[in-house]
Every structure is written in structure tokens, then in C-alpha cells.
């Protein structure tokens, strides 16, 4: 994905600012309520300033990640979670997410947000 998308970047989750007051393995959850897994981070199109993926784990010994593609999501403030209109087994369907694939977010990215005037 790194080739077809050099401009991505991965921010981590305990990066993210919001109305909650941490995002760092945050639940997601469906609209069943049911656990889909924790929040590891998003990628991200600094430049363009648009969030492309979620980066979702699953498991604890045998951990996977995700990337879910942008759904209709809701913070809730309530639970601390991420409730997302999603199927339990739709998670799996998703691509897995390759930490080499994207590079990490940096002060240089924060600046193409900032400064990045659209066409």
C-alpha cells in the first residue's frame, strides 16, 4: 500500500486529541454493542486533511490488525467506546494492518495540514 499511497501515515492512537479524554486502545463496538476490538491508531491524509482508515486490534496473545475502512462511526462519550455501523465478521474481510506499509505521523504532517492550500 506504501507505493500506491506514499502520502498515508499512521497516527497512533494515544495521539489523537478529542472529546474524550483518551483514544489510547479505545473499544470499538458495532451497533449491537458487541466488542470489535480496541483502537490502535488511524491512517491518515495529513495534506488533504482526511482520515482514510481505522487501524482496529483484535485478540491479546494472538493480536491482529485491522484497517476498517471510514463507516458511519460515533464517539461515545458515555462509554468511551467507538460505535461503529459494522458486522462482527466484517472486521475480518478488512486488510490487515502492516506497520512498514505506512510511515508515522510527524511535525512535517502537521505542517501539510496546516499549510496545505486544496487545488
Do not use: W
Request: one cysteine or more; charged letters at 25%; aromatic letters at 10%.
Amino acid at each position: 500500500m506504501t507505493a500506491d499511497a506514499p502520502h498515508l501515515c499512521y497516527l497512533r492512537a494515544d495521539q489523537i486529541r478529542g472529546p474524550l479524554p483518551t483514544f489510547d486502545h479505545l473499544e470499538v463496538k458495532n451497533r449491537e454493542d458487541v466488542k470489535l476490538g480496541r483502537l490502535d491508531g488511524i491512517i491518515i491524509d495529513a495534506a488533504e486533511r482526511r482520515m482514510e482508515y481505522f487501524v482496529v486490534e483484535q485478540g491479546f496473545l494472538n493480536h491482529r490488525r485491522y484497517l476498517l475502512p471510514l463507516q458511519l462511526t460515533q464517539v461515545d462519550t458515555e462509554t468511551n467506546a467507538l460505535r461503529m455501523d459494522v458486522d462482527g465478521g466484517d472486521l475480518e474481510s478488512c486488510a490487515r494492518f502492516n506497520p512498514g506499509a505506512f510511515r508515522r505521523y510527524s511535525g512535517y504532517d502537521h505542517l501539510a495540514a496546516m499549510f496545505h492550500q486544496p487545488a
